[in-house]
């Protein structure tokens, strides 16, 4: 009967990861259904929602260099022509440029990323339940992990049970449908996180999508409003210009220190 051991071994790791999964995507889905009905997304927030912390550094290069206030060249430089910022988004990069007004666009793209001000927009968006916290993001993915991890292990501890020597007080057949039963949990589990959790981007919550596709279709009009909506929502990659697709690639610095 030792195979009855590993039968309730088997139930307790299935359980247990069906379980953390299952909390996992509820606390994802805390969020108010409603959020956002009354919000108009600016630029910033729908270049975070589409691309995360990078893609609202990206939009701000490209609105300043729209501008004439920066120079983005296709060597992958950029130049500071105005060095007074309008928000804190311009002021991070102008920063990140440093004080001799030029730098590589690479590391001024991470150090503008990671800088308060980007900081400060994902917490609002997630405070208005737009986008996925990041500890939502990770539980997910880890929880999934762990159901996966629980499957293999049930069809292990089935396949010990199964060809195990002395174990033949119960046929072969019953023994592999009651390990079965929680491999089948798990399977159905991950069935139905893959459902439920679709929905969520990497970024953007269901609301937070809702208002994205809404932006598109209320995109000022005019070639600037349609350009940089199209940065904020699909990347410095969607619009059609060679030299400024070039700007962006990513480059080893010609020398290292």
Known sequence: MFWVLLLLLAWAV????????????????????????????????????????RRVADLTLVSMARQRRLLLARTGWATVVDPRGRDDMERSVI?????????RIEPVRDAAAGA????????RLVRAGLAVPAGARSGIAAAVRQVQLAAVVVLVLGAIALFMPGEADMPRQLVALWFGLPLTLSLACLAIARVEVHPYSRWASP???????????????????????????????????????????????????
């Open 14 to 53: 299935a359980g247990a990861a069906c379980i953390r999964l299952c909390r996992a995507a509820v606390a994802a889905a805390t969020a108010d259904v409603k959020a956002g009905h009354a919000h108009d997304l600016t630029l910033y927030e729908a270049a975070f929602l589409s691309g995360g912390p």
């Open 95 to 103: 920063g990140a440029i440093g004080p001799e007004g030029q730098s």
């Open 116 to 123: 308060e001000a980007v900081g400060s927009l994902a917490e």
């Open 207 to 257: 609301a937070g999508q809702r208002l994205l596709g809404a932006l598109a279709r209320r995109a000022p009009r005019g070639d600037e409003g349609t350009y940089l909506t199209t940065v904020a929502v699909r990347g410095v990659h969607a619009v059609g210009e060679p030299d400024l697709r070039a700007a962006f690639e990513r480059r080893e610095p010609l020398w290292r220190d």
